[in-house]
């Protein structure tokens, strides 16, 4: 507003969502380009504080696999905040040892090491595979793939192959090199004496959608073994049934008609959906590693505390109690089939790629214009990468609200 705009009393009381605005200009600091300033939610909608509401098929980047204000979780966390909260690591808590449990009865045999967020899931297979490398004659390297995301800590944008996250944060942690996803020619020609790990994501969530191949599934796996290496599986964004299996790898070589197990990882990262929003991280380690981080060599305060163990146990008896693998599946199919649709119909879509609930639209546009039109219609999306918007909606959505949002998207883009 130019200086000699006429005050009137509308101008002079800000609404509550510039206020709001106004509280994160002046005391938040400005690590992100934020839009809406939303006050509840419920299933796969949110309201913004002016009371206008938006399918969220967001999902908070891949966090509220549920939906909003779930009535079984918010009843679990009312629960368990009343009985006890936090104890510290130093104790067991009941809560934390069925949720281990669950882990490695969807994952496989072996164990699980908690923590709060995906980077530092991410960072316990760090250490831990450091520790392998070193009681197998001094091997340090990683391989991880270009275009990868693995997490904000200082491990994390290292492990990132992708420069514009790393810049500006040297020096990095060392011993992280990247090679081209989906190129098994090109991880086994960065093996070094030095390496001790392969890494990536089983479908790549920041860098525009783009799921590994059964071949390279497998023949990483291979490679690991051949070369004495583990193999690393970040599953922070694809994991926990968002693919309609509980990880990405199971989903992508069971519709290859190949059995998931020949190329199950050697420890898997997860967090995001695994709490519904409680912040939780997990490392299920297999049997082979599982008690390489021993008494002392790890550890964090808050990581499975009883109050979101006891959420992500709700959240994954849902899953179970109400089908939604197989709904995950159907709306991915729904989707899809859409996105399709539209693009045969000359909608400005270039490519769809993903399955279940982490579909990316490839655009012939900046992904962040056409997410701000879209909002402004209603359907909240994610940008993913520089061309592409993705929809990340809750497991449990509706053939309905997936019909809706195609709705949206034809008469906006
Ligand atoms: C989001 C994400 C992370 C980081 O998780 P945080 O909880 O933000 O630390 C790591 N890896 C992948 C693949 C992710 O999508």
């Not at 934020?34 to 299933?43: A, D, E, M, P, T």
């Not at 206008?52 to 779930?70: E, Q, S």
């Not at 059964?214 to 583990?230: M, V």
Request: glycine fraction near 10%; proline fraction near 5%.
């Amino acid at each position: 507003m130019s200086s000699s705009t006429p005050l009137n009393s509308t101008e002079s009381a800000p609404s509550r969502a510039e206020e709001i605005r106004h509280l994160f200009d002046r005391y938040v600091a400005p690590t992100y380009r934020r839009s809406l300033v939303l006050s509840h939610g419920s299933g796969s909608f949110v309201w913004d504080v002016d009371g206008k509401r938006y399918l969220d098929f967001g999902g908070g980047i891949a966090v509220t696999a549920l939906g909003h204000a779930h009535p079984r979780v918010a009843q679990a966390l009312a629960q368990q905040a009343s009985r006890l909260v936090h104890v510290s690591n130093l104790f067991h808590t009941e809560p934390q040892g069925l949720l281990a449990r669950k882990l490695v009865e969807l994952t496989g045999p072996g164990k699980v090491f908690f923590a709060n967020s995906g980077a530092e899931s991410n960072e316990a297979l760090f250490k831990m595979a450091r520790r392998f490398g070193q009681e197998t004659g001094g091997r340090f390297e990683i391989i991880t793939a270009l275009d990868s995301f693995h997490g904000r800590t200082l491990g994390g944008i290292s492990a990132t192959g992708q420069d514009k996250i790393k810049a500006g944060f040297g020096p990095l942690v060392p011993g992280f090199v990247h090679a081209t996803f989906n190129d098994l020619d090109a991880f086994a020609r960065a093996i070094t004496p030095q390496t001790v790990a392969v890494m990536i994501e089983g479908i790549r969530g920041e860098s525009g959608i783009h799921p590994a191949t059964p071949e390279f599934l497998l023949g990483l796996r291979r490679l690991a073994d051949q070369h004495n290496l583990l193999f690393l599986f970040d599953a922070v964004q694809c994991g926990m049934f968002r693919t309609g299996h509980f990880q990405s790898y199971e989903t992508i070589l069971s519709e290859a008609g190949i059995d998931p197990v020949l190329a199950r990882p050697d420890a898997i990262s997860m967090a995001k959906s695994l709490g519904n929003g409680l912040p939780i991280g997990a490392a299920w380690f297999s049997s082979k590693v599982a008690d390489l981080l021993g008494p002392g060599s790890h550890g964090t305060t808050y990581g499975g505390s009883p109050l979101v163990c006891a959420a992500a146990l709700e959240v994954l008896h849902t899953i179970e109690d109400e089908n939604l693998a197989d709904n995950v599946r159907r709306i991915g199919r729904r989707l899809r089939s859409g996105l399709e649709e539209l693009r045969a119909q000359g909608k400005p879509i270039k490519d769809v790629r993903g399955c279940g609930a982490m579909i990316g639209m490839e655009l012939d546009r900046d992904p962040l214009e056409a997410a701000a039109q879209l909002r402004q219609a209603g359907l909240i999306l994610i940008p993913s990468g520089h061309n592409t918007l993705r929809f990340l909606p809750p497991l449990n959505a509706t053939e309905d609200e997936v019909a809706l949002a195609l709705q949206l998207i034809k008469d906006t883009l």
